[in-house]
């Protein structure tokens, strides 16, 4: 009694209190900025000027597509839990990051009962099946959007008009986006007149006439494309934010859009008659999304400093080779699906030496 | 020549001297940066392990019932790598008995009872630090004779490790020794003493310095110094002001620091290969309370019989910075700085960072204890732990470049030879990997699961 009553603070009735003591191993802070849910928390917060973007240009339609995701990936989550007997794991909000993300990267006319169904493919066969946050190979995301481009390939390259009262330049007129424009190939009046694809070489011309209003409408947002890939601005902001909280790694984005932009300088250099300058196509169709928000998923990309940079510079060569050489318009998706499939290997080939070497080696 | 030195460290671009990864926690030391060493009163009873170091515990020399004095040797190092141990205070040795340290180990000891007439008129800061130094003494002595001063005081490292410092500064004709780096960074967060100590007796630690290197053989000496602790640095380069090849380096204020793999790439350029030690790359690190603790032994014939140990932490009524006789119990020293709040939940020994959780609060000081940290609540994070996220923050934290994550998660499976061959062994154990993580994945207690797996994994193959 005597030594533990001197130790201790004593309560209003002079009786000794002995705080309850705790033990665990070192270290015994912890850095309080940064937790798991924080970063979900982080992502919903920078895709914030985004979705105000594009709930400006899109109005209910992303509102719907949003609300809809939501409701089927927490639904399948929680699915999910009750079958498998494991504690509720929605307060995680790995599976709201992964349904906003979803929603970004769809058309906002996409029927709904689509995004519904790409919602339950992303968070089930995206996540859940693997064993839940964390354990995925593959981006949630990116796994539901790859699905709905499978099932539903039509609609889901139909871009709506941006509703935008007084705008009516180039593409909001045609519904074509820059990417997809880009992809037309008639750049000889006469061959397209041969052709039968007259309206398509005007089509070439009109954009190549407003180039200078086409970058500035990328990058403020007015244009047809999915509901993420409105502002390039926006994103950027949202984007640095991740980057200033460590949030996201800094070199994927780096890497990837470093490398779209060489890779499409040295395109132009082989084929000048290119209508899409560096400049654009980092800040055309999915680049911006999916260089901050998209490959930056830490479940998905490496955890080494090296493999972040070949991960990255990867996602920004593949994107590349398939606007520049594949048939669809955009690659951002499967370029990042491709490198998570290479993630465990990269890892593996890139893992640092330990500082100062390892003695006689 | 002092204003040249001044001018020296106004140039000293503190971005120069970086460390590799690393993190910043809240640094947590104004609680007590401004309260001055306090010698302790002496306390009633003392428990003096013999296996305070890293090696050989010491083999006790005096029979039970002895009357010892201060500083009487009662314990003979047990070979090489050993160290001898002291009676801290005058007083009647007890029956050996066994210690549990802060650690966890269980070490033999020697109790004694103070005589507590005898100790009440033991000035025992003028006795261990303070007082004038003689610096010209140390041309007087050679380098064999510090090293038997050394050796007989019992000094051994004051940072943490505590590894026997004879053993450290031996020359050795293979691997000379060209640059000694006396460590006052003091990275760990809460501990105060050796900034304390840089501001009280600057005298001892540089003639500690003086002796180090001449017993070394080091041809430059540097005291190296966070940049949050401005007036230390300017006491110490006052202090070194006139003496050729002695420089002060100052260094980003990032833990880990002090630890001596990451401070000598970040002051000399050398980097320390896994596997080896700083001799290997001509640099022996002393911390600043063993330094002085050196110039105690040449110049004063003085052995270890107290240390500096901050007792700090929300959980602490009153912070101070102790000179306390090794063999105090912990609880002595709580009592004395006013005891336990009501919100304190863990008294480590040591810092946040790399201390240890104790249970027993009959736990004794010894030669490597730095500080009593006692954290409140508020000051400890709860939050539940998720799976790993693969965010790779440990990596970016690492300052020794390992993948914590990837470690953690082979221990885990148990998958031993994978944790080995991602380095496993190299691991310092320092802390910023579970620092960073998100998910609060206890990274570092894997570590240690890992290498005591490890280590029994391996002892029955290599005995075969």
Not at chain 2, 61 to 78: F, L, N, S, T, Y
Request: proline content about 7%; charged content about 15%; hydrophobic content about 50%.
């Amino acid at each position: 009694m005597s030594r533990s009553a001197a130790l201790t603070a004593h309560d209003p009735a002079g009786q000794a209190v002995l705080p309850p003591l705790e033990l665990a191993t070192s270290p015994h802070f912890a850095d309080r900025k940064q937790t798991s849910r924080r970063m979900m928390v982080d992502v919903l917060l920078a895709l914030g000027p985004a979705i105000a973007v594009s709930a400006f240009v899109f109005r209910w339609a992303a509102a719907w597509q949003i609300g809809t995701a939501l409701a089927f990936s927490l639904a399948t989550e929680a699915l999910f839990c009750v079958v498998r007997k494991k504690p509720l794991s929605l307060w995680d909000g790995s599976a709201v990051v992964t349904a906003v993300i979803l929603a970004m990267s769809l058309p906002p006319s996409l029927p709904l009962y689509a995004t519904a169904i790409g919602s339950v493919v992303a968070i089930g066969l995206g996540k859940m099946v693997f064993g839940g946050l964390g354990c995925n190979l593959f981006n949630p995301a990116m796994v539901g959007r790859a699905f709905l481009m499978a099932c539903f390939s039509q609609a889901m390259v139909t871009w709506q008009v941006p509703a935008v009262p007084g705008v009516s330049h180039i593409h909001a007129v045609t519904q074509a986006t820059p990417l997809g424009i880009a992809k037309l190939g008639v750049r000889d009046r006469a061959k397209a007149e041969a052709a039968g694809q007259l309206d398509q070489y005007a089509l070439r011309q009109a954009f190549l006439a407003a180039k200078k209003q086409v970058f500035l409408d990328l990058l403020l947002g007015i244009r047809g494309g999915s509901l993420g890939e409105t502002s390039a601005l926006a994103l950027l902001l949202g984007g640095l934010y991740l980057l200033a909280r460590r949030t996201a790694a800094w070199q994927i984005p780096v890497g990837m859009l470093g490398a779209m932009a060489v890779i499409s300088v040295i395109a132009r250099l082989f084929r000048p008659d290119l209508v899409m300058y560096p400049h654009m196509q980092i800040v055309a169709g999915g680049a911006m999304l999916g260089a901050f928000f998209i490959a930056t998923d830490p479940v998905s990309s490496p955890v080494t400093i090296r493999g972040r940079w070949v991960f990255g510079m990867g996602v920004g060569t593949f994107t590349m080779v398939i606007r520049l050489l594949g048939n669809y318009p955009e690659g951002v998706m499967y370029s990042v699906l491709l490198m998570n499939a290479l993630t465990p290997g990269i890892n593996r080939l890139t893992m640092p030496r330990p500082l100062g070497g390892i003695r006689n080696e | 020549m002092t204003a040249m030195a001044m001018t020296e460290l106004h140039t000293a671009d503190p971005r120069k001297r970086r460390l590799h990864g690393g993190v910043h926690p809240p640094e947590c030391k104004h609680l007590a940066a401004d309260c001055p060493i306090e010698p302790m009163p002496a306390p009633t009873e003392l428990l003096v392990p013999l296996g305070q170091h890293i090696g050989a515990p010491a083999k006790a020399i005096v029979k039970p019932r002895a009357d010892v004095r201060m500083g009487e040797k009662i314990a003979e190092a047990a070979g090489m790598v050993s160290a001898s141990v002291h009676a801290p205070l005058p007083g009647k040795v007890g029956s050996p008995t066994v210690a549990t340290l802060a650690t966890g180990r269980r070490s033999d000891a020697l109790p004694i009872t103070v005589a507590a007439d005898a100790a009440a008129g033991i000035r025992v800061f003028d006795v261990v630090f303070g007082g004038p130094w003689d610096l010209a003494a140390v041309d007087a002595l050679d380098g064999k004779q510090i090293l038997a001063a050394v050796q007989e005081a019992g000094i051994v490292g004051g940072g943490g490790a505590a590894f026997p410092t004879h053993v450290k500064l031996m020359p050795i004709e293979k691997r000379p020794v060209d640059i000694l780096i006396i460590n006052g960074c003091e990275c760990e967060p809460y501990l105060t003493a050796d900034y304390r100590l840089m501001l009280e007796a600057p005298q001892a630690i540089v003639a500690g310095l003086l002796l180090a290197k001449k017993a070394s053989g080091a041809q430059r000496a540097i005291i190296a110094i966070e940049d949050n602790k401005p007036q230390a640095i300017r006491v110490m380069s006052k202090a070194i002001a006139n003496l050729p090849n002695v420089e002060l380096a100052v260094c980003q204020t990032r833990y880990p620091m002090g630890g001596e793999r990451q401070l000598i790439p970040a002051v000399t350029k050398r980097k320390v290969p896994v596997g080896a030690l700083p001799l290997d790359v001509g640099v022996v690190v002393l911390n600043v309370g063993t330094a002085a603790a050196v110039a105690g032994a040449c110049l004063r014939g003085q052995p270890v019989t107290h240390r500096i140990v901050t007792v700090t932490g929300q959980g602490i009524a009153r912070p101070a910075n102790l000179l306390a006789p090794i063999g105090a119990r912990f609880c002595d020293l709580i009592r004395h700085c006013g005891g336990l709040r009501p919100d304190a939940r863990r008294i480590l020994a040591g810092g946040p960072m790399m201390g240890y959780a104790v249970s027993d609060l009959n736990t004794p000081v010894t030669k490597g204890t730095s500080g009593i940290t006692v954290l409140a609540q508020s000051e400890l994070d709860y939050t539940r732990q998720t799976n790993c996220l693969k965010c790779g923050r440990c990596v970016d934290v690492c300052p020794l470049n390992l993948v914590p994550t990837k470690i953690a998660l082979a221990v885990k499976a148990g998958n031993l030879d994978l944790a080995k061959k991602s380095h496993l062994a190299a691991c310092c154990e320092c802390g910023c990997c579970a620092y960073a993580c998100p998910a609060r994945i206890p990274l570092v207690q894997y570590m240690r699961a890992g290498k005591v797996a490890l280590a029994r994994f391996e002892a029955p193959a290599r005995s075969k």
